[in-house]
C-alpha cells in the first residue's frame, strides 16, 4: 500500500479530482471494495442519497441491496444496476452471501439501525456507513460501539457537514484569536412544522455533531421540554415519528457545558424558523462571530467586531472557504462532494486501509447521543443538571 495521506491533505484530496493514493483499494488485492446497501421501503427507505453515491465513488462497486419490501427491492435493485440475484430481502441473508468490503445502513428510521449495524460489524464488513440518527438511545450507541471495537470496523455518520474541509480553517481562526475568546456556541435547529423534540433528533443531530467538534465533549446538560407553552408531562409521551422513540413537546431549550469551558445551547420552537435564518450554528467570540449554515455553500461567514457593542460602522458578512476568509473557494463541486456524501465515503474508504477512525465515527455518534438524551434527561428531572455521561443508557422517557 502506498503511504499514507496526511490528516490535512486527506481533507483537501477528498474533493480534488484526482483523490490520494491511499484511497485505492489494491490493498485488499481487489480491483475495487464492495459495498452492500441495506434499505427498507416504507420504514426510512434509503436515506438521503445512501445508496447512489457509490456509484460515484471509482473505489466501490455495489454488488448487493437488500429490502424486505417488493416492490421497493425491484426499483432499488434497477436503479443501483443490479441483477436480480444480488436483490435480498433479508439483510442478514445479504451480508452472508455478498461479504460486502462496506455496508451502508441507509434507512431514515432510527430504529432499525443498531441492529443492522451490529450485524454489519460482525460480518465480513471493514466498513459502515450509517444515516443519521445514529440510534435511538445509549444503550444502542454503546452497542454499535463494542461492536465496532471488537472487530475493529471502521464506521462513519452521514453527519456530511463535518467532512467539510473549512471546519479546520474555522478551527485555526478560533485559535489564533480571530473573533476573540470564544464565549458560546448558540444552535437553533429548522424549527418548521418538526419544532422541539423531533428538530433535535432529526436536524439537530448535525449541529450537535459540529458543537461537539467546536466545543469539545459536554459534561453536563440541563433543559426544558414544553407543549405549547406548557412544560411536558408523562401523559404528553408519545411514540415519535421516523422511529426516533418516546418523544413530547414542540419547544425545546438546552445548555449543556463542556470540557474546555465553551457553553453550547440549542433551542428550538415550532413554526418559528425561517427557510432562510433556520438550521446552522453560531461561535460567538468577544471579537466577531461565526456562522454556519448546515448544507449550504459557503458553509461558513464571519462577522468581525465585540457583537456586545453597537457599532456605527459598516460590519458585513464576509464567507469563510477552505482558502481562508473572503478567498474564493478552490475545490472544483465542493457543494456536491460535500453535499453527496462522496468526502465521508472516501474518508471512510482511507480510514479502512490506515486503520484509523473516521472523522465522523461511532464515538462521535455517542456523543450527540449523550447530549440528545441529556435533554430528556433533565426535563424528567425538572429542568436539573444532569452529568454526562449519563448513568442510566436506556431512554430517560422510556417509563416515565
Request: aromatic letters at 6%.
Given at each position: 500500500?502506498?503511504p499514507?495521506c496526511?490528516r490535512?491533505?486527506?481533507?483537501?484530496?477528498?474533493?480534488?479530482?484526482?483523490?490520494c493514493?491511499?484511497?485505492s483499494?489494491?490493498?485488499?488485492?481487489?480491483?475495487?471494495?464492495?459495498?452492500a446497501v441495506?434499505?427498507?421501503?416504507?420504514r426510512?427507505?434509503?436515506?438521503h442519497?445512501?445508496?447512489t453515491?457509490?456509484?460515484?465513488i471509482?473505489e466501490?462497486?455495489?454488488?448487493a441491496?437488500?429490502?424486505?419490501?417488493?416492490a421497493?427491492?425491484?426499483?432499488?435493485?434497477k436503479?443501483l444496476?443490479?441483477?436480480?440475484?444480488?436483490?435480498?430481502?433479508d439483510y442478514q441473508t445479504m451480508l452472508?452471501e455478498a461479504?460486502?468490503?462496506?455496508?451502508?445502513?441507509?434507512?431514515r428510521?432510527?430504529?432499525?439501525?443498531?441492529?443492522?449495524s451490529?450485524?454489519?460489524?460482525?460480518s465480513?464488513?471493514?466498513?459502515?456507513?450509517?444515516?443519521?440518527?445514529?440510534?435511538?438511545?445509549?444503550?444502542?450507541?454503546?452497542?454499535i460501539v463494542?461492536?465496532?471495537?471488537?472487530?475493529n470496523?471502521k464506521l462513519?455518520i452521514a453527519h456530511?457537514?463535518?467532512?467539510?474541509?473549512?471546519?479546520?480553517?474555522?478551527?485555526?481562526?478560533?485559535?489564533?484569536?480571530?473573533?476573540?475568546?470564544?464565549?458560546?456556541?448558540?444552535l437553533?435547529?429548522?424549527e418548521?412544522?418538526?419544532?422541539?423534540?423531533?428538530?433535535l433528533?432529526?436536524?439537530?443531530s448535525h449541529l450537535?455533531?459540529?458543537?461537539h467538534?467546536?466545543?469539545?465533549?459536554?459534561?453536563a446538560?440541563?433543559?426544558?421540554?414544553?407543549?405549547?407553552?406548557?412544560?411536558v408531562?408523562?401523559?404528553?409521551?408519545?411514540e415519535?415519528?421516523?422511529?426516533?422513540?418516546?418523544?413530547?413537546?414542540?419547544e425545546v431549550?438546552?445548555?449543556?457545558?463542556?470540557?474546555n469551558?465553551?457553553?453550547?445551547?440549542?433551542d428550538?420552537?415550532?413554526n418559528?424558523?425561517?427557510?432562510?435564518?433556520?438550521?446552522?450554528?453560531?461561535?460567538?467570540?468577544?471579537?466577531?462571530?461565526?456562522?454556519?449554515?448546515?448544507?449550504?455553500e459557503?458553509?461558513?461567514?464571519?462577522?468581525?467586531g465585540?457583537?456586545?457593542?453597537?457599532?456605527?460602522?459598516d460590519?458585513k458578512?464576509?464567507?469563510?472557504?477552505?482558502a481562508?476568509?473572503?478567498?474564493?473557494?478552490?475545490?472544483?463541486?465542493i457543494?456536491?462532494?460535500?453535499?453527496?456524501?462522496?468526502?465521508a465515503a472516501?474518508?471512510?474508504?482511507?480510514?479502512?486501509e490506515?486503520?484509523?477512525?473516521t472523522?465522523?465515527?461511532?464515538?462521535?455518534?455517542r456523543?450527540?447521543?449523550e447530549?440528545?438524551?441529556?435533554?430528556?434527561a433533565?426535563h424528567?428531572?425538572?429542568?436539573k443538571?444532569?452529568?454526562?455521561p449519563?448513568?442510566?443508557r436506556?431512554?430517560?422517557?422510556l417509563?416515565w
Open positions: 500500500m502506498n499514507p496526511s490535512r491533505h486527506l481533507l483537501s484530496s477528498a474533493f480534488a479530482a484526482s483523490a493514493d491511499a484511497l483499494p489494491f490493498a485488499f488485492g481487489q480491483e475495487k471494495l464492495s459495498v441495506i434499505g427498507h421501503t416504507g426510512g427507505n434509503f436515506g442519497g445512501l445508496d453515491l457509490w456509484l460515484q471509482p466501490t462497486n455495489i454488488v441491496v437488500s429490502d424486505p419490501d417488493e421497493g427491492r425491484e426499483k432499488a435493485r436503479k444496476k443490479l441483477e436480480k440475484s444480488a436483490a435480498f430481502s452472508k461479504a460486502p468490503h462496506i455496508v451502508a445502513v441507509a434507512p428510521h432510527v430504529d432499525q439501525h443498531a441492529d443492522m451490529v450485524a454489519a460489524a460482525h465480513s464488513a471493514k466498513g459502515i456507513y450509517i444515516e443519521k440518527p445514529f440510534c435511538r438511545d445509549l444503550a444502542e450507541a454503546d452497542r463494542t461492536a465496532c471495537k471488537e472487530t470496523t462513519a456530511r457537514n463535518r467532512y467539510h474541509p473549512v471546519l479546520p480553517v474555522i478551527q485555526n481562526l478560533i485559535a489564533d484569536g480571530t473573533i476573540g475568546q470564544l464565549l458560546e456556541i448558540r437553533r435547529g429548522k418548521d412544522q418538526r419544532g422541539g423534540l423531533l428538530d433528533w432529526v436536524l439537530g450537535l455533531n459540529l458543537a467538534y467546536f466545543g469539545g465533549n459536554p459534561t446538560c440541563s433543559a426544558s421540554i414544553y407543549h405549547d407553552g406548557q412544560p408531562t408523562a401523559k404528553d409521551v408519545v415519535g415519528s421516523e422511529g426516533v422513540g418516546p418523544l413530547a413537546g414542540n431549550h438546552a445548555r449543556w457545558d463542556t470540557e469551558g465553551t457553553p453550547i445551547f440549542f428550538s420552537i415550532q418559528a424558523g425561517s427557510r432562510e435564518a433556520g438550521f446552522g450554528l453560531q461561535l460567538i467570540g468577544t471579537k466577531g462571530i461565526i456562522d454556519l449554515r448546515a448544507d449550504r459557503p458553509l461558513a461567514h464571519i462577522l468581525l465585540n457583537p456586545q457593542q453597537p457599532s456605527s460602522e460590519r458578512w464576509v464567507p469563510i472557504t477552505s481562508g476568509i473572503g478567498k474564493p473557494e478552490s475545490i472544483k463541486d457543494k456536491q462532494s460535500v453535499g453527496g456524501h462522496l468526502a472516501k474518508d471512510l474508504i482511507a480510514a479502512i490506515e486503520d484509523r477512525p472523522l465522523c465515527n461511532e464515538e462521535d455518534g456523543i450527540v447521543m447530549m440528545t438524551m441529556g435533554v430528556f433533565s424528567r428531572a425538572q429542568g443538571r444532569v452529568e454526562i449519563l448513568r442510566e436506556e431512554h430517560p422517557f417509563n
